[in-house]
């Protein structure tokens, strides 16, 4: 059944209180379909911090900045390979960035460390506030699904190590179609996986960049702004943002969210 926000004022989360850092409200004219779906990218719902701590524990001192250029260099490589035309899955993608950065940073990658490195993106768990809002919006009749650049092996150890099975519909990787978000094809993978139109799905990105490919494609978005980020100069923002979850469903339910400043 199509969910509007007076709709799903109806349903209590008393046990999400907390602060509302929604930053612009979400403009959606009255005749326009409501919102049915949410497609989330997969680093909304998985916390990818312990790869990151894992990083300072086996190169004391230094990883900060391995975390950081490994991470720039996993997203460049991935829009390089599919602007080149020689794909390369997340995976392979994020291994090739893995060396190049312990080489630029003169760090000693033994095969036993880059495998525990690769290996902590098998672990990954939610973020604490996950559970509860995913359930509050399911229970408010709202299908919900992942659509990732992260490979279906990543993404279904994410969902196995959380104990999240019951709850996505859809859970979609680019890898099927050898491309990458922000390519708009991979945007239109949720469109055609839950068989809406593009109004009806809601999408809900980790970073600023697929924030703003998210909404050049045509979604409205809600930009889960864990690393309280700017946002990208683009062309394009996000119609609302909020650091948790938690604040993703407090703007399901508000008449009238707080626009930003």
């Known amino acids: 059944m199509p969910m509007n926000r007076r ?5 209590s989360t008393a046990s999400l209180a907390g602060g509302f850092l929604v930053t612009q409200a979400l403009a959606r004219a009255a005749s326009r379909p409501a919102i049915r779906a949410l497609a989330f990218d997969a680093f909304p719902i ?14 004391p001192g230094m990883g900060t ?6 991470r720039t260099r996993q997203f460049e490589y991935q829009w390089l390979r599919a602007l080149s035309g020689h794909y390369a899955d997340f995976w392979q993608a994020t291994d090739d960035a893995l060396v190049f950065s312990c080489e630029l940073l003169k760090l000693d990658l033994t095969p036993e460390k880059r495998q525990q ?10 973020w604490p506030d996950v559970p509860a809002a995913l359930q509050t919006l399911k ?16 993404l279904d150890a ?9 709850l996505f519909e859809r859970v979609i990787s680019t890898d099927a179609i050898k491309t990458y978000k922000p390519d708009p ?10 068989g809406l139109e593009r109004e009806e799905i809601l999408f809900v990105p980790f970073a600023g960049w697929d924030a703003a490919g998210a909404k050049s494609f045509g979604y409205t978005t809600f930009w889960v702004n864990r690393l309280n980020m700017p946002a990208e100069q683009l062309g394009e923002k996000a119609d609302a943002a909020g650091r948790t ?5 407090r703007f399901m339910q508000a008449d009238n969210p707080v626009k930003a400043g």
Do not use: H
Request: proline residues 4%; glycine residues 6%; contains cysteine.
């Open 7 to 11: 709709t799903f004022l109806s349903f």
């Open 46 to 59: 998985f916390d990818p911090r312990p790869v990151f701590a894992l990083c300072e524990q086996l190169f």
């Open 65 to 70: 900045r391995l975390s950081e250029t490994w």
């Open 117 to 126: 490195l690769m290996a902590a993106y098998l672990d990954l768990k939610v």
């Open 139 to 154: 229970s408010a009749g709202l299908r919900l699904g992942i659509l990732s650049n992260a490979t279906p092996r990543i």
């Open 158 to 166: 994410g969902i196995r190590n959380s104990a999240l099975g019951d």
């Open 185 to 194: 094809r991979a945007y239109r993978m949720a469109i055609d996986a839950f």
């Open 245 to 249: 979850l938690t604040d993703l469903v």
